[in-house]
């Protein structure tokens, strides 16, 4: 079955009790059962829910993957991961990735015994010197955020195994319509819900796709021990973002493509930051890993002074000043104060995220529209 097929019916099934077509939202908390331990495989909704079991089999028939589990946010999939570990253990990661992960990392892990090694994943074998007895996790996030670093998923995982170390990847900025990284050997796919797979800026989700039934149980567990599930309505909602998920990445990545084209030969434009440009780091892995793009790009101005990034900021119109990605709205974000404020400056500016850095999420509006945008805002810096 080919993805637009799968995004369409994978996991869903017309209602047997009424024929409807669209999956019921199941919005009950508790299940009557026909004697103690008796029940019809639903016993209290933290622990399933019908919604939420349709939604997380279509995403991982995206992800080519066996077991999915939801979560009511991406924060909440990554943390469940990390709660596979031990006091002592130690996690191999990159030094660009999303904020949120970073401050979960080091804010809440880190004093509970697990050390993280952040390191330029870029080239796998940086990875060697970090490797001990102690590292369980190899934690990639390719594109990364906001830089949009390409990590060789394959080499990182041929390193990882051959030490016995689960790889899980967020596959967050790419999706299932770009990058599958079970196909490529990774254990444990993390997805911000939220983002591309919902589509459409309504929703707050994580999900994980594993193989492995063992690795799932233990997740599973997890899940319903601590309690981070999303709700039915949620649930719906997102089953019906990913039916158009193949049609949307489409028009992202046409848009991306164009966009970037666009600021590249802008006078007023410093650096651009897109994988799909051959001079960009790594962008044959990236064409070999990836069906195609994406719609995600950062960029610099030329004037690169922060009053200025920020006058452009306040002066585009059409792209909306806000946090998030993937929604098929077009967004701006300035990384620096919002999506990544909680890594300190000291470490941003080290990894090459500077406090002028602008990351754009491109939408599926008309690409004139867009363009017409960036432009009358460019006129004013």
Known sequence: MKFGTKAIHAGVEPDPTTGAIMTPIFQTSTYVQASPGKHKGYAYARGANPTRNSLQKSIAALENGKFGICFSSGMGATDAVVRLLNPGDEVITSNDLYGGSYRLFTKVYERMGIKFHFADLTHADNI?????????????ETPSNPLMRIIDIQACVALAKSSNIRVAVDN?????????????????????????????????????????EKLYQELA???NSCGAVPGPQDSFLVLRGIKTLHLRMERHCFNGKK???????????????????????????????MRDFGGMLSFTLKDDRLEQAIRFLEHVKLFSLAESLGGVESLINHPASMTHASIPKAEREKNGLSDT???????????????????QSLASV
């Open 128 to 140: 060697k010197p970090l490797i001990n007895a102690k590292t369980k996790l190899l934690w990639l």
């Open 172 to 212: 967050t900025f790419a999706s299932p319509y770009l990058q599958t990284p079970l196909d490529m050997g990774a254990d444990i796919v993390m997805h911000s819900v939220t983002k591309y797979l919902s589509g459409h800026s309504d929703v707050i989700m994580g999900a994980l796709v594993v193989n492995d």
């Open 221 to 223: 567990f997890i899940a």
């Open 259 to 289: 966009i970037a084209e666009y600021l590249r030969h802008h006078p007023k434009i410093g650096k651009v930051y897109w994988p799909g440009f051959e001079d960009h780091p790594n962008h044959s892995i990236a064409k070999r890993q």
């Open 357 to 375: 850095l602008i990351r754009l999420s491109i939408g599926v509006e008309d690409i004139e529209d867009l363009i017409a945008d960036l432009d």
